[in-house]
């Protein structure tokens, strides 16, 4: 069966991405597909490359891009939600000026017609933090 | 869609109904469907203009604008608010408990924002 997950809360203060995170794991390891993982609102703080975990948490960015890379699944954050929150690429930190790009390798800025469109490809869409 | 958010406080509702537009824009057949504080942002005559930089009467309103083809109202929700059918745009349906369970088993994904 066809998944993707729409991911809502910050990885840092709420329980809901690594609810996520352990769901999209069990998805693989149990022979489903993955189709895309798409972070919204608070969600794309799941894509920062700049986030430092010191402590026994999970780090969830990291996570993430190493469940994309042996999965290849996509990772898409939503790229309204990502401006308002510093979570930018190299493209967007030249376009508004600013000093530092802070998302994370493997994933992609886009808009919510990705979200669309895994809701038509998958058979079942997950909504974390909703 | 599911959005039980109060429209104001935060910026879930926004999202939900950009989501929503989303959905519609590209040509799926979306209900938007409001419980427990999410009703409120049915009511007419808001002025949230005080508290917040925009209005969520207009965007709401343009829902059918962008394909949203249904707006959906939880009867219960309403009730518990002091809230009738009457105090709501023409447009919505309002759904008791069973007429829930109806639409949530009619479509295919749910999306909770």
Redesign the interface.
Same mark, same amino acid.
């Given at each position: 069966m066809i998944f993707s997950l729409?991911v809502?809360e910050s990885p840092s203060s709420r329980q809901s991405s690594y609810s996520a995170y352990r769901f999209a794991r069990e998805l693989v390891d149990s022979g489903h597909e993955l189709f895309r993982v798409f972070f919204?609102?608070d969600g794309v703080h799941n894509a920062s490359a700049l986030n430092c975990v010191t402590g026994p948490e999970p780090d969830l960015p990291r996570l993430w891009q190493e469940l994309a890379e042996a999965h290849r699944v996509d990772l898409v954050a939503c790229v309204?939600?990502a401006l308002r929150r510093g979570i930018i690429d190299a493209g967007e930190a030249a376009r508004y000026g600013r000093p530092a790009a802070s998302l994370r390798t493997g994933c992609d800025l886009s808009?919510?017609?990705q979200?669309?469109?895994a809701?038509?490809r998958s058979d079942?869409?997950l909504?974390f933090g909703? | 869609m $599911?959005c039980r958010s109060a429209p104001y406080g935060s910026?879930?509702v926004r999202?939900a109904l950009?989501?929503a537009m989303? $959905?519609g824009a590209?040509e799926?057949a979306v209900s938007l469907l409001l419980m427990d504080d999410a009703v409120l942002m049915l009511l007419p005559d808001q002025d949230p203009s005080p508290a917040v930089s925009k209005s969520l009467l207009k965007v709401s309103g343009a829902l059918e604008t962008f394909g949203v083809s249904a707006v959906l109202a939880d009867a219960d929700a309403l009730a518990k608010r002091g809230l009738a059918a009457t105090d709501l745009p023409e447009d919505v349906t309002v759904l008791g408990t069973a007429e829930l369970a109806e639409t949530f088993a009619r479509h295919r994904?749910v999306?909770?924002?």
């Open positions: 729409l809502q919204f609102r309204g939600s808009g919510l017609g979200l669309v469109e809701c038509i079942r869409v909504s909703g | $599911l910026s879930r999202d950009d989501l989303a $959905l590209f799926q994904l999306l909770s924002v």
